[in-house]
């Protein structure tokens, strides 16, 4: 029974979230919604900021579980690309919202190992150490979170494969010029 209680609670969240900016979802208009009391809400999620995390999770969860684990980084881009793409008004209105700061700082979060593992993967039999593999690794999440801004911004109306294509060619160029010059700089 909790568990369908959740699942009601993040659709009705996410159904919101197609209407309206983040912030001006509250937890009294969710619960009426949903057709729960506030106590349940809060049995589940500590605040509305908390609800946000489980439902990012989830959504992320679903796509990335829709990839196959050979396909690579690339195609679990593109299925993140093609579901912004799908949604856009869900899109927008998480990042138009006032308290997109928790929202960046969940990206900043989820997307470090990502891109960890994309570097010490490419990377792979370079004597680099943690740090400098973690370094690179920042420049191409940073990289990544202003290219998906600028995705949105243009109303995310790119070509997905294509743009995958030419990010993955430059992010490899880049990796790997920056991982000789500091394998060389360590020596």
Known sequence: ?????????????????????????????????????SNTFYYHYQDIYDLLGVWLNTRF??????????M????????????????PKLVTNLLSSASRSHLEHYIFTETDGFFFDYVLERTAGMP???ETIRYIA????YSFIGFFLKFTWEKMLADVDESVDRLEKVFNAFID?????????QL
Do not use: N
């Open 72 to 87: 690579g980084w690339k195609e679990e881009v593109r299925v993140f690309l093609k579901y912004c793409q799908s949604h």
């Open 61 to 70: 969860s679903m796509l990335t579980k829709s990839v196959c684990e050979s």
């Open 138 to 141: 920042q420049f191409c999440r």
């Open 128 to 130: 680099l150490s943690e």
């Open 177 to 185: 010029s920056a991982a000789a010059q500091m394998e060389r700089d």
């Open 1 to 37: 029974m909790a568990l369908l209680t959740q699942k009601a609670i993040l659709l009705t969240f996410e159904e919101m979230l197609e209407e309206m900016p983040f912030d001006k979802i509250t937890v009294s208009a969710l619960v009426r919604r949903c057709g729960v009391s």
